[in-house]
């Protein structure tokens, strides 16, 4: 995530990318916590399943961050597509409009990324232990 003044690919592909680890960092911790939690577990013998608390405050962190981080990047975004006064397609080869364009999208894909972030960490509020 590096501020700039101008949009180029990197600014393009932040949100997405903090929604790929986000993703996997939930994966990871949820997959982790169970398999480890599974080898002490005595689900066979009557005792329960194990919870999945520790790895429910992970994802919780890791989602409040790769929200904010989304959130700046569309902060950033919405500075990039604001600078101009033309309205879209912006399909001119000048580069206002390639500054425009590359806000717009970076606008859409952060939203998208935000609601994506959301979803990957919807099971660890439904899901209560590791079966």
Not at 23 to 50: E, N, Q
Not at 52 to 76: M, Y
Not at 100 to 106: E, M, S
Request: glycine residues 8%.
């Amino acid at each position: 995530m590096i501020a700039s003044t101008r949009a180029n690919l990197i600014t393009l592909i932040t949100a997405p990318t903090i929604w790929a680890v986000h993703f996997l960092v939930c994966y990871v911790a949820a997959s982790v916590h169970c398999a480890k939690a599974m080898t002490d577990a005595r689900v066979f013998t009557g005792g329960g399943w194990p919870d999945v608390t520790t790895a429910r405050i992970v994802i919780a962190v890791a989602t409040v961050a790769a929200l904010g981080a989304i959130a700046w990047s569309s902060r950033q975004a919405w500075t990039h597509w604001g600078d101009g006064d033309a309205e879209p397609p912006y399909d001119d080869g000048t580069f206002d409009d390639r500054q425009q364009f590359l806000g717009f999208a970076t606008i859409l894909l952060c939203g998208l990324s935000f609601i994506g972030v959301i979803f990957v960490a919807l099971p660890a509020v439904f899901i209560g232990d590791c079966r």
